[in-house]
């Protein structure tokens, strides 16, 4: 994309979002159009695009640059990109390290840092392209499931420790037995339609289908990865997912006293990061490969956890080698050099 004229921030909360745009004067970033405020609903969106409109901000010429803010920014990120706009959702905790913290620290003030932000970082925007509504559907399900088992884990523990109570109170006890066999109900519905929304697209079928070939993969753990590429960068390079959902340990040193052990950073979706973790520790007991590495390196005094770390690592890598090939797994498989193939003499074993 060529270099825009316009550069518009939005700072967005629950009710109203502020707007503010600038351009580039003498290779130097200066405002042109002061922040002004939007009430954020949808009746409201054709006000905020005659706006832009009328200071000549048009889809050839701007690109527009708002924070990740969760539900409150949807409508309006559809709403522009249904209307021709390039659009850039970029994590808060970039724009707030692109900025000295000195200074007001206001709606009005954010949308003007958030416009120079997208001047001062255009080579590294990412356009903003809207899930296709299958893909959204799952990942709602997906959040509302994870919700559902911790409530569920929560009313079990709950139970156990009444029934451990030397005063028993019948009907708390079956409250809970009550609202642990409705959320079972609800969450095994939940994985019903989730079944039937892939089974709606032929390319998610024969994704899930590629990952569940992999040993330990499940069908939770495939269907995140399904809408978590949608969101990577490069969704089928292992290191740059390793990253993305926060299972690449980095190193912490810094001069002679700082000497802390590599770790990952944390960022990412949890609730992927522990169905891997889940994975990794079904292959280290039940598949040989996997078993045997991870006693070899218990036994060189690498830690636990870290061998665990790198065993979802392997898997990541080979979940990332099978949808790129698009070829299902094979176990014990070994690649040849092609110039092997072109000996006259079979190789034999000394």
Known sequence: MDTPRYFVGIDIASLKFFAAAGVQVNQEWQLIVQPKPFDNDYDSLPIFLHWLQQNHIKPDNAIICMEATGVYNEVLAHFLVANGYPLAIQPPLEVKRAFKPVGHKTDPVDSQQIAEYAYRFFDELRLWIPREQILEQIKTLLATREQFCMQKTAHMNALKALQRKYVRTPLAEKLH??????????????????????????????????MMSIPGVGFLLAAHLLVTFQSCPQPYDPRSLAAFIGICPYQKQSGTSVRGAATSRHYGPPGLRRLLYLAAMSVRTHHPYFRNYFVRKVQQGKPKKLVINNIANKLLRIICAVLRTQTPFIFGYRSVHPQLLNLKQPLTLS
């Open 177 to 210: 037995e009550d609202t642990i066999n409705h959320l079972k109900s609800d969450i095994t519905a939940i994985e019903r339609e989730i079944e039937r929304l892939i089974d709606q697209d032929p390319n998610h079928r024969q994704l899930i289908g590629l």
